[in-house]
């Protein structure tokens, strides 16, 4: 059972480790609020989150063990006994949202979208910043409910993820040919595009369908990668420095966004 889809960051390994550090209080970003960044405050940032700790301080051991057996028995595609497992670990657990979200995954894997929504706004409750893709599964679970896309369009796209990048290219192509409001699906194709010409494109046809919290932030922060290096490096820091220090910005934009400010202003 897949129960952790990826957020893809396109060439952001490719901004250099190498280049000369900023004295630790040298200003990098301030933006129209009077909010500012340094060089010390974005210092030790991994650009990654680990989601599966938020609220997950004093769960009991027997939750985690009824959430790990939950995840063994989806992968072995036993789901019924899944969801029960993921429903006791959240009821001795209810502040951890890895079980709901887990058992979200769980009803879209068989099919039933509206328990699946149900369970993603749970944790949406609970993490409001972000977790996992839970903000990416509402915003296109609530888009079939409304026909922009197609029923199981959210499904059919994240299971593309085992598809090699050709077959997943060409697959995103059918789905945004029969569904362009799908701006999940132009992020991911963005990251799969040879030139920077068409991935830009593609990364404003995203921006343009009004894209979930998540969504948007990875467009953006790829589009600062594509301005940056077409030498417009002030375009990429204001993106960057935005999205920093942006209260509305979801936790996994802020923090790739302050991972990748200083690779491209120069510090590390």
């Known amino acids: 059972m897949r129960v952790l889809p990826s957020i893809l960051v396109i060439a952001a390994m490719a901004c250099s480790n190498n280049t000369p550090g900023h004295p630790k209080d040298q200003l990098i970003f301030r933006d129209a609020d009077g909010r500012s960044l340094t060089a010390k405050d974005l210092r030790g940032i991994s650009g990654t989150v680990k989601y599966e700790i938020i609220g997950a301080d004093n769960v009991p051991v027997t939750a985690s063990r009824l959430h790990e057996g939950g995840r063994r028995a989806g992968a072995a595609g036993r789901y ?48 409001p910043r972000g977790y996992f893709t839970t903000k990416t599964a509402l915003d296109c679970l609530r888009r079939e409910r409304k026909g922009e896309i197609g029923l199981g369009a959210y499904k059919m796209f994240v299971l593309l993820e085992s598809r090699s990048p050709s077959q997943k290219k060409e697959a995103l192509n059918a789905l945004l040919k029969k569904w362009p409001r799908f701006p999940a699906a132009w992020k991911e194709l963005s990251t799969l595009l040879d030139d920077d010409v068409s991935r830009l494109a593609a990364i404003e046809r995203g921006l343009a369908y009004d894209p979930d919290g998540e969504s948007r932030g990875i ?25 920093s220090l942006d209260p509305q910005s979801t936790l996994g934009t802020e923090t790739l966004a302050k991972f990748t400010l200083p690779r491209i202003t120069g510090g590390k």
Request: glycine letters at 4%; zero cysteines.
């Open 80 to 127: 019924a006994e899944a969801l029960t497992a993921f429903a006791q670990a959240h009821e001795l657990a209810p502040t951890w949202p890895y079980p709901l979200y887990d058992a979200a995954w769980t009803y879209l894997l068989i099919g039933d979208d509206a328990r699946a929504e149900e369970k993603y706004n749970e944790v949406d409750k609970l993490a």
């Open 219 to 243: 467009l953006l922060l790829n589009k600062a990668l594509v301005l940056d290096r077409q030498g417009k490096k002030h375009e990429a820091v204001a993106i960057l420095g935005t999205l």
